[in-house]
Protein backbone atom coordinates (compact mmCIF):
# COMPACT_ATOMS: atom_id res chain seq x y z
CA UNK A 1 0.00 0.00 0.00
CA UNK A 2 1.76 3.16 -0.66
CA UNK A 3 0.62 6.92 -0.99
CA UNK A 4 1.01 9.59 -3.68
CA UNK A 5 -0.09 13.34 -4.16
CA UNK A 6 -3.06 14.20 -5.41
CA UNK A 7 -3.58 16.13 -8.15
CA UNK A 8 -5.17 18.74 -5.45
CA UNK A 9 -1.49 18.90 -4.03
CA UNK A 10 -0.04 19.28 -6.99
CA UNK A 11 -2.37 22.94 -7.66
CA UNK A 12 -1.35 24.09 -4.28
CA UNK A 13 2.66 23.70 -5.35
CA UNK A 14 2.06 25.26 -8.52
CA UNK A 15 0.09 28.29 -6.80
CA UNK A 16 2.24 28.25 -4.24
CA UNK A 17 5.20 28.71 -6.51
CA UNK A 18 3.30 30.86 -9.03
CA UNK A 19 3.07 33.41 -6.24
CA UNK A 20 6.77 33.24 -4.79
CA UNK A 21 7.27 34.46 -8.57
CA UNK A 22 4.94 37.36 -8.45
CA UNK A 23 6.13 38.77 -4.92
CA UNK A 24 9.89 37.97 -5.26
CA UNK A 25 10.33 41.77 -7.04
CA UNK A 26 8.70 43.42 -4.12
CA UNK A 27 9.60 44.06 -0.70
CA UNK A 28 6.96 41.82 0.86
CA UNK A 29 8.83 39.57 3.53
CA UNK A 30 10.25 36.34 2.89
CA UNK A 31 8.65 35.34 6.00
CA UNK A 32 5.14 35.72 4.64
CA UNK A 33 6.23 32.84 1.99
CA UNK A 34 7.84 30.77 4.12
CA UNK A 35 4.81 30.32 6.53
CA UNK A 36 2.51 29.74 3.35
CA UNK A 37 5.07 26.78 2.40
CA UNK A 38 5.03 25.98 5.89
CA UNK A 39 0.80 26.42 6.08
CA UNK A 40 0.76 24.17 2.75
CA UNK A 41 3.12 21.72 4.07
CA UNK A 42 1.56 21.05 7.39
CA UNK A 43 -1.59 20.66 5.71
CA UNK A 44 -0.15 18.18 3.85
CA UNK A 45 1.35 16.44 6.98
CA UNK A 46 -2.21 16.13 8.66
CA UNK A 47 -3.83 14.91 5.88
CA UNK A 48 -1.02 11.96 5.33
CA UNK A 49 -1.38 11.21 8.73
CA UNK A 50 -5.51 11.21 9.30
CA UNK A 51 -5.22 8.92 6.02
CA UNK A 52 -2.54 6.35 7.80
CA UNK A 53 -4.64 6.31 10.72
CA UNK A 54 -8.03 5.12 9.19
CA UNK A 55 -8.29 1.56 7.76
CA UNK A 56 -7.91 1.10 4.13
CA UNK A 57 -10.57 0.19 1.95
CA UNK A 58 -10.64 -3.14 0.60
CA UNK A 59 -11.03 -3.64 -3.12
CA UNK A 60 -12.27 -7.43 -4.34
CA UNK A 61 -13.22 -8.89 -8.27
CA UNK A 62 -15.54 -10.97 -8.93
CA UNK A 63 -15.30 -13.04 -11.89
CA UNK A 64 -18.36 -15.28 -13.34
CA UNK A 65 -17.66 -18.56 -12.63
CA UNK A 66 -17.91 -19.64 -16.20
CA UNK A 67 -17.58 -17.79 -19.38
CA UNK A 68 -18.64 -18.52 -23.16
CA UNK A 69 -16.12 -17.35 -25.81
CA UNK A 70 -17.77 -14.24 -28.00
CA UNK A 71 -20.96 -13.89 -25.37
CA UNK A 72 -20.88 -10.45 -23.23
CA UNK A 73 -20.94 -11.31 -19.46
CA UNK A 74 -19.80 -8.86 -16.42
CA UNK A 75 -17.01 -8.22 -13.49
CA UNK A 76 -18.24 -7.10 -10.19
CA UNK A 77 -15.67 -4.91 -8.99
CA UNK A 78 -16.63 -4.55 -5.18
CA UNK A 79 -15.46 -2.03 -2.67
CA UNK A 80 -15.78 -2.50 1.79
CA UNK A 81 -15.36 0.76 3.86
CA UNK A 82 -14.34 0.19 7.12
CA UNK A 83 -13.78 3.69 7.95
CA UNK A 84 -15.75 6.56 9.17
CA UNK A 85 -16.12 8.69 6.58
CA UNK A 86 -17.09 8.34 3.06
CA UNK A 87 -14.82 7.49 0.59
CA UNK A 88 -14.42 7.71 -2.77
CA UNK A 89 -12.45 4.74 -4.48
CA UNK A 90 -11.55 4.74 -8.28
CA UNK A 91 -10.51 1.44 -9.65
CA UNK A 92 -8.47 0.53 -12.88
CA UNK A 93 -8.69 -3.49 -13.61
CA UNK A 94 -6.44 -5.41 -15.57
CA UNK A 95 -8.26 -7.83 -17.87
CA UNK A 96 -5.95 -10.09 -20.18
CA UNK A 97 -5.39 -9.46 -23.92
CA UNK A 98 -7.68 -12.21 -24.79
CA UNK A 99 -10.68 -10.45 -22.76
CA UNK A 100 -12.69 -6.91 -24.78
CA UNK A 101 -14.00 -5.03 -21.98
CA UNK A 102 -15.47 -2.11 -21.65
CA UNK A 103 -15.48 0.66 -18.95
CA UNK A 104 -12.65 -0.91 -17.21
CA UNK A 105 -12.09 2.21 -14.97
CA UNK A 106 -14.91 3.03 -12.70
CA UNK A 107 -15.69 5.30 -10.15
CA UNK A 108 -17.21 3.63 -6.52
CA UNK A 109 -18.32 5.79 -3.33
CA UNK A 110 -19.12 3.80 -0.58
CA UNK A 111 -20.26 5.60 3.05
CA UNK A 112 -18.89 5.06 6.54
CA UNK A 113 -18.48 1.30 7.14
CA UNK A 114 -20.39 0.11 3.82
CA UNK A 115 -20.20 -1.53 0.86
CA UNK A 116 -20.66 -0.96 -3.12
CA UNK A 117 -20.07 -2.39 -6.36
CA UNK A 118 -19.50 -1.26 -9.79
CA UNK A 119 -19.38 -3.64 -12.95
CA UNK A 120 -18.23 -4.05 -16.27
CA UNK A 121 -18.81 -5.56 -19.47
CA UNK A 122 -16.25 -7.67 -21.31
CA UNK A 123 -16.58 -10.65 -24.07
CA UNK A 124 -13.79 -13.19 -24.60
CA UNK A 125 -11.98 -13.36 -27.46
CA UNK A 126 -10.42 -16.76 -26.69
CA UNK A 127 -11.48 -20.13 -25.48
CA UNK A 128 -8.72 -21.29 -22.38
CA UNK A 129 -7.53 -20.00 -18.92
CA UNK A 130 -6.98 -16.58 -18.80
CA UNK A 131 -5.77 -14.50 -15.83
CA UNK A 132 -5.82 -11.02 -14.86
CA UNK A 133 -3.49 -8.69 -13.72
CA UNK A 134 -3.32 -6.71 -10.43
CA UNK A 135 -6.22 -4.49 -10.42
CA UNK A 136 -5.46 -1.58 -8.72
CA UNK A 137 -7.73 1.57 -6.48
CA UNK A 138 -7.33 4.55 -5.82
CA UNK A 139 -8.52 6.40 -2.55
CA UNK A 140 -8.78 10.16 -1.89
CA UNK A 141 -7.28 11.18 1.81
CA UNK A 142 -9.73 13.25 3.82
CA UNK A 143 -8.21 16.83 2.79
CA UNK A 144 -7.84 15.26 -0.45
CA UNK A 145 -4.35 15.97 -0.76
CA UNK A 146 -3.21 12.35 -1.14
CA UNK A 147 -4.17 8.94 -3.08
CA UNK A 148 -3.78 5.38 -1.59
CA UNK A 149 -2.86 2.99 -3.77
CA UNK A 150 -5.07 -0.01 -2.88
CA UNK A 151 -4.63 -3.74 -5.04
CA UNK A 152 -7.38 -5.64 -5.85
CA UNK A 153 -7.53 -9.20 -4.65
CA UNK A 154 -10.30 -12.34 -5.08
CA UNK A 155 -10.56 -13.89 -8.14
CA UNK A 156 -8.37 -13.58 -11.19
CA UNK A 157 -8.20 -16.83 -13.18
CA UNK A 158 -11.57 -16.41 -16.20
CA UNK A 159 -12.32 -19.99 -17.53
CA UNK A 160 -13.67 -19.34 -20.95
CA UNK A 161 -15.55 -22.36 -22.73
CA UNK A 162 -16.52 -22.94 -25.80
CA UNK A 163 -19.90 -22.07 -27.32
CA UNK A 164 -21.67 -25.55 -27.02
CA UNK A 165 -24.96 -23.54 -25.86
CA UNK A 166 -26.47 -25.11 -28.89
CA UNK A 167 -25.69 -28.75 -27.58
CA UNK A 168 -26.99 -28.12 -24.21
CA UNK A 169 -29.95 -27.37 -24.68
CA UNK A 170 -31.22 -30.92 -25.11
CA UNK A 171 -34.14 -31.07 -23.64
CA UNK A 172 -35.73 -27.64 -26.27
CA UNK A 173 -34.24 -28.83 -29.64
CA UNK A 174 -34.97 -32.09 -31.49
CA UNK A 175 -31.67 -33.97 -31.59
CA UNK A 176 -32.52 -34.98 -35.72
CA UNK A 177 -32.73 -31.23 -36.17
CA UNK A 178 -29.73 -30.38 -34.29
CA UNK A 179 -27.59 -32.73 -36.95
CA UNK A 180 -29.33 -31.40 -39.97
CA UNK A 181 -28.59 -28.01 -38.86
CA UNK A 182 -25.05 -28.82 -38.67
CA UNK A 183 -24.37 -30.07 -41.52
CA UNK A 184 -25.12 -34.22 -40.93
CA UNK A 185 -27.40 -36.25 -43.35
CA UNK A 186 -29.35 -37.86 -40.63
CA UNK A 187 -30.86 -41.29 -42.82
CA UNK A 188 -33.19 -43.52 -41.22
CA UNK A 189 -32.08 -46.71 -39.18
CA UNK A 190 -32.25 -50.30 -41.14
CA UNK A 191 -31.74 -53.84 -39.19
CA UNK A 192 -33.32 -52.36 -35.99
CA UNK A 193 -31.88 -55.07 -33.42
CA UNK A 194 -34.32 -57.36 -31.37
CA UNK A 195 -32.41 -57.69 -28.43
CA UNK A 196 -33.64 -56.26 -25.62
CA UNK A 197 -30.97 -54.55 -23.41
CA UNK A 198 -32.71 -51.37 -20.87
CA UNK A 199 -34.82 -49.02 -21.10
CA UNK A 200 -34.19 -44.99 -20.93
CA UNK A 201 -35.96 -42.06 -21.20
CA UNK A 202 -37.53 -40.51 -24.35
CA UNK A 203 -36.20 -37.93 -26.14
CA UNK A 204 -37.03 -35.71 -29.31
CA UNK A 205 -36.36 -37.95 -32.28
CA UNK A 206 -37.04 -41.24 -31.31
CA UNK A 207 -39.35 -44.37 -32.97
CA UNK A 208 -42.86 -43.93 -31.32
CA UNK A 209 -42.89 -47.91 -31.94
CA UNK A 210 -40.49 -48.35 -29.31
CA UNK A 211 -42.35 -46.38 -26.46
CA UNK A 212 -43.03 -48.82 -23.92
CA UNK A 213 -46.51 -47.80 -22.32
CA UNK A 214 -46.41 -50.04 -19.31
CA UNK A 215 -43.38 -48.11 -18.02
CA UNK A 216 -44.04 -45.00 -19.22
CA UNK A 217 -47.23 -45.49 -16.74
CA UNK A 218 -44.97 -47.00 -14.21
CA UNK A 219 -42.45 -44.20 -14.44
CA UNK A 220 -45.08 -41.33 -15.07
CA UNK A 221 -42.67 -40.23 -18.19
CA UNK A 222 -42.26 -41.25 -21.84
CA UNK A 223 -39.29 -44.37 -21.73
CA UNK A 224 -38.50 -46.27 -24.78
CA UNK A 225 -37.02 -49.94 -25.27
CA UNK A 226 -33.26 -49.88 -26.03
CA UNK A 227 -31.89 -52.51 -28.12
CA UNK A 228 -28.43 -54.24 -27.72
CA UNK A 229 -27.00 -53.19 -30.91
CA UNK A 230 -27.48 -49.28 -29.88
CA UNK A 231 -24.64 -49.96 -27.18
CA UNK A 232 -21.53 -51.08 -27.15
CA UNK A 233 -20.53 -48.59 -29.37
CA UNK A 234 -17.05 -46.87 -28.31
CA UNK A 235 -15.69 -44.11 -29.89
CA UNK A 236 -12.34 -42.02 -29.14
CA UNK A 237 -11.97 -38.29 -29.73
CA UNK A 238 -7.80 -37.25 -30.21
CA UNK A 239 -7.30 -34.00 -30.67
CA UNK A 240 -3.63 -32.88 -31.91
CA UNK A 241 -2.42 -29.93 -30.43
CA UNK A 242 0.84 -29.51 -31.87
CA UNK A 243 2.14 -26.24 -33.79
CA UNK A 244 0.25 -26.83 -37.15
CA UNK A 245 -2.62 -26.68 -35.20
CA UNK A 246 -1.55 -23.31 -34.21
CA UNK A 247 -2.60 -21.59 -37.74
CA UNK A 248 -5.11 -19.31 -38.43
CA UNK A 249 -8.01 -19.31 -40.63
CA UNK A 250 -10.64 -16.95 -40.18
CA UNK A 251 -9.25 -15.50 -36.83
CA UNK A 252 -9.18 -18.96 -35.53
CA UNK A 253 -6.90 -21.45 -35.11
CA UNK A 254 -7.35 -25.05 -36.40
CA UNK A 255 -7.67 -26.35 -32.98
CA UNK A 256 -10.45 -23.83 -32.30
CA UNK A 257 -12.03 -25.76 -35.34
CA UNK A 258 -11.04 -29.33 -34.04
CA UNK A 259 -12.30 -28.70 -30.66
CA UNK A 260 -15.58 -27.56 -32.15
CA UNK A 261 -15.78 -30.77 -33.99
CA UNK A 262 -15.12 -33.06 -31.17
CA UNK A 263 -17.95 -31.92 -29.14
CA UNK A 264 -20.22 -31.63 -31.52
CA UNK A 265 -18.90 -35.54 -31.93
CA UNK A 266 -19.33 -36.59 -28.28
CA UNK A 267 -22.45 -34.76 -28.28
CA UNK A 268 -23.95 -36.77 -31.16
CA UNK A 269 -21.93 -40.20 -29.45
CA UNK A 270 -23.94 -39.41 -25.83
CA UNK A 271 -27.03 -39.06 -27.45
CA UNK A 272 -26.93 -42.52 -29.67
CA UNK A 273 -25.88 -43.92 -26.23
CA UNK A 274 -22.01 -44.49 -27.27
CA UNK A 275 -19.39 -44.58 -24.75
CA UNK A 276 -17.33 -41.91 -26.10
CA UNK A 277 -13.41 -41.08 -24.44
CA UNK A 278 -11.39 -37.89 -25.43
CA UNK A 279 -7.48 -37.86 -25.61
CA UNK A 280 -5.44 -34.78 -26.47
CA UNK A 281 -1.35 -35.05 -27.11
CA UNK A 282 1.01 -33.12 -28.95
CA UNK A 283 4.78 -34.57 -28.27
CA UNK A 284 3.12 -36.48 -25.80
CA UNK A 285 -0.74 -37.47 -24.62
CA UNK A 286 -1.50 -34.20 -22.24
CA UNK A 287 -4.54 -35.87 -21.24
CA UNK A 288 -6.93 -38.87 -21.19
CA UNK A 289 -10.68 -38.55 -20.75
CA UNK A 290 -12.12 -41.92 -19.27
CA UNK A 291 -15.33 -43.09 -21.74
CA UNK A 292 -18.48 -41.41 -20.89
CA UNK A 293 -22.23 -42.02 -21.91
CA UNK A 294 -24.73 -39.72 -20.48
CA UNK A 295 -25.36 -36.84 -22.05
CA UNK A 296 -24.76 -34.97 -18.40
CA UNK A 297 -21.11 -35.81 -18.89
CA UNK A 298 -20.98 -33.46 -21.90
CA UNK A 299 -20.02 -30.89 -19.43
CA UNK A 300 -16.62 -33.11 -18.01
CA UNK A 301 -15.82 -32.73 -22.42
CA UNK A 302 -16.60 -29.32 -22.26
CA UNK A 303 -14.23 -29.03 -19.22
CA UNK A 304 -11.27 -31.47 -20.56
CA UNK A 305 -11.28 -29.40 -24.15
CA UNK A 306 -11.31 -25.71 -22.31
CA UNK A 307 -7.89 -25.08 -21.61
CA UNK A 308 -6.47 -26.60 -24.79
CA UNK A 309 -4.50 -24.19 -26.51
CA UNK A 310 -1.72 -25.23 -29.89
CA UNK A 311 2.41 -25.84 -28.60
CA UNK A 312 5.07 -24.74 -30.58
CA UNK A 313 6.19 -28.51 -30.72
CA UNK A 314 6.18 -31.53 -33.28
CA UNK A 315 3.05 -33.82 -33.11
CA UNK A 316 4.37 -37.64 -31.32
CA UNK A 317 1.33 -40.13 -32.96
CA UNK A 318 3.50 -42.86 -31.19
CA UNK A 319 2.85 -41.23 -28.01
CA UNK A 320 -0.87 -41.13 -29.08
CA UNK A 321 -0.69 -45.18 -29.25
CA UNK A 322 0.60 -45.80 -26.83
CA UNK A 323 -1.33 -44.04 -24.41
CA UNK A 324 -4.47 -45.21 -26.36
CA UNK A 325 -3.18 -49.18 -25.59
CA UNK A 326 -2.86 -48.99 -21.84
CA UNK A 327 -6.11 -46.87 -21.47
CA UNK A 328 -8.53 -47.92 -24.14
CA UNK A 329 -7.95 -51.79 -24.76
CA UNK A 330 -11.48 -52.18 -26.24
CA UNK A 331 -11.79 -51.99 -29.80
CA UNK A 332 -13.37 -48.60 -31.01
CA UNK A 333 -13.81 -46.17 -33.34
CA UNK A 334 -10.51 -43.64 -33.04
CA UNK A 335 -11.39 -40.28 -34.61
CA UNK A 336 -7.73 -38.20 -35.33
CA UNK A 337 -8.01 -34.62 -35.79
CA UNK A 338 -4.94 -33.23 -37.01
CA UNK A 339 -3.18 -31.76 -39.81
CA UNK A 340 1.08 -33.36 -41.28
CA UNK A 341 1.49 -30.72 -44.14
CA UNK A 342 5.40 -30.56 -43.66
CA UNK A 343 5.33 -33.95 -41.51
CA UNK A 344 7.44 -36.37 -42.35
CA UNK A 345 5.25 -39.39 -43.34
CA UNK A 346 6.95 -42.34 -41.51
CA UNK A 347 5.65 -41.87 -38.32
CA UNK A 348 2.55 -40.76 -39.14
CA UNK A 349 1.95 -43.66 -41.19
CA UNK A 350 3.82 -46.23 -38.92
CA UNK A 351 1.85 -44.89 -36.02
CA UNK A 352 -1.98 -44.84 -37.67
CA UNK A 353 -1.58 -48.45 -39.31
CA UNK A 354 -0.37 -49.97 -35.97
CA UNK A 355 -3.50 -48.42 -34.81
CA UNK A 356 -5.43 -49.45 -37.21
CA UNK A 357 -4.87 -52.58 -36.10
CA UNK A 358 -6.80 -52.88 -33.38
CA UNK A 359 -9.41 -50.45 -33.54
CA UNK A 360 -11.29 -48.54 -36.74
CA UNK A 361 -9.71 -45.35 -37.43
CA UNK A 362 -10.50 -41.63 -38.77
CA UNK A 363 -7.91 -39.31 -39.78
CA UNK A 364 -9.61 -36.30 -40.19
CA UNK A 365 -7.53 -34.02 -41.62
CA UNK A 366 -7.93 -29.99 -41.50
CA UNK A 367 -6.68 -28.38 -44.94
CA UNK A 368 -5.09 -25.04 -44.99
CA UNK A 369 -7.71 -23.40 -47.29
CA UNK A 370 -3.81 -22.08 -49.41
CA UNK A 371 -3.54 -25.32 -50.84
CA UNK A 372 -7.02 -25.16 -53.17
CA UNK A 373 -4.99 -22.51 -54.89
CA UNK A 374 -3.21 -25.38 -57.08
CA UNK A 375 -6.55 -27.14 -58.22
CA UNK A 376 -6.85 -27.03 -61.45
CA UNK A 377 -10.04 -25.27 -61.52
CA UNK A 378 -8.85 -22.45 -59.29
CA UNK A 379 -8.41 -18.85 -60.92
CA UNK A 380 -4.30 -17.69 -61.98
CA UNK A 381 -3.14 -14.67 -61.04
CA UNK A 382 -0.51 -12.86 -62.91
CA UNK A 383 2.20 -12.67 -59.73
CA UNK A 384 5.16 -13.25 -62.27
CA UNK A 385 8.03 -15.15 -61.00
CA UNK A 386 7.26 -15.19 -57.09
CA UNK A 387 3.93 -16.24 -57.83
CA UNK A 388 5.19 -18.98 -60.18
CA UNK A 389 7.87 -20.86 -57.46
CA UNK A 390 4.82 -20.10 -54.57
CA UNK A 391 2.30 -22.59 -56.53
CA UNK A 392 5.04 -25.01 -57.52
CA UNK A 393 5.45 -25.12 -53.71
CA UNK A 394 1.75 -25.37 -52.60
CA UNK A 395 1.78 -28.08 -55.35
CA UNK A 396 4.65 -30.24 -54.02
CA UNK A 397 3.02 -29.81 -50.55
CA UNK A 398 -0.63 -31.12 -51.87
CA UNK A 399 1.26 -33.83 -54.22
CA UNK A 400 2.65 -35.22 -50.70
CA UNK A 401 -0.49 -34.64 -49.11
CA UNK A 402 -2.39 -37.24 -51.30
CA UNK A 403 0.16 -39.47 -51.33
CA UNK A 404 0.35 -40.30 -47.39
CA UNK A 405 -3.80 -39.72 -48.04
CA UNK A 406 -3.41 -43.01 -50.06
CA UNK A 407 -1.09 -44.72 -48.02
CA UNK A 408 -2.90 -44.63 -45.00
CA UNK A 409 -6.05 -46.16 -46.97
CA UNK A 410 -4.06 -48.68 -47.90
CA UNK A 411 -3.50 -49.22 -44.27
CA UNK A 412 -6.89 -49.59 -43.28
CA UNK A 413 -7.52 -45.68 -41.87
CA UNK A 414 -10.06 -43.80 -43.47
CA UNK A 415 -9.45 -40.14 -43.84
CA UNK A 416 -10.84 -36.97 -44.11
CA UNK A 417 -9.83 -34.27 -45.64
CA UNK A 418 -11.40 -31.01 -45.36
CA UNK A 419 -11.11 -27.03 -44.79
CA UNK A 420 -11.56 -26.22 -41.12
CA UNK A 421 -15.31 -24.76 -41.51
CA UNK A 422 -16.04 -28.28 -43.27
CA UNK A 423 -14.80 -30.25 -40.53
CA UNK A 424 -17.78 -30.41 -37.70
CA UNK A 425 -20.58 -31.45 -40.22
CA UNK A 426 -18.58 -33.75 -42.30
CA UNK A 427 -16.57 -35.48 -39.61
CA UNK A 428 -20.41 -35.92 -37.93
CA UNK A 429 -21.80 -37.33 -41.27
CA UNK A 430 -18.67 -39.89 -41.43
CA UNK A 431 -19.60 -41.47 -37.31
CA UNK A 432 -23.14 -41.45 -38.45
CA UNK A 433 -22.41 -43.79 -41.55
CA UNK A 434 -19.87 -45.52 -39.73
CA UNK A 435 -22.34 -46.18 -36.96
CA UNK A 436 -25.28 -47.46 -39.36
CA UNK A 437 -23.08 -49.99 -40.68
CA UNK A 438 -21.54 -51.55 -37.53
Known sequence: MTWSPSGNTLLVAAGWLA??????????????LGLSAALACGLAAIDWILCWREPAAEVSRELPARSVIGTRTTVVLRVQNPSRRDVSVRVLDAPPREIEAEGEQLT????????????????????????FGRGVAFSASPLRLWHRRIEAHGDHRLRV??????????????PRKLLERLGAKVSPRRGEGLDFESLRDYVPGDDPRRL???ASA????PVVRQYQHERNHNVVIALDSSRLMAARIAGRT?????????????????????????ALFDDRLHGFLAPRCRRADFGAMLDFLRPAQPQPV?????????GLAARQRQRSLVVVLTDFVELEATPLLASLAALAR???VLLVALRDPLLNEVHPRAPRSAGGAADFLRRIVLGDLAHHRQRVLLRLQRAAVQTLDLAPSEVTGETLNRYLALRQAS
Open 19 to 32: LTLILLPSQVPGTV
Open 358 to 360: HHR
Open 314 to 322: EPNFQALVR
Open 212 to 214: DWA
Open 218 to 221: RRGR
Open 161 to 174: YPDAHGLLRSRALD
Open 254 to 278: KLDYAVDAALVLGYAGLVSGDRVAM
Open 108 to 131: IDVGPGGTASGHYAIRPLRRGDHD
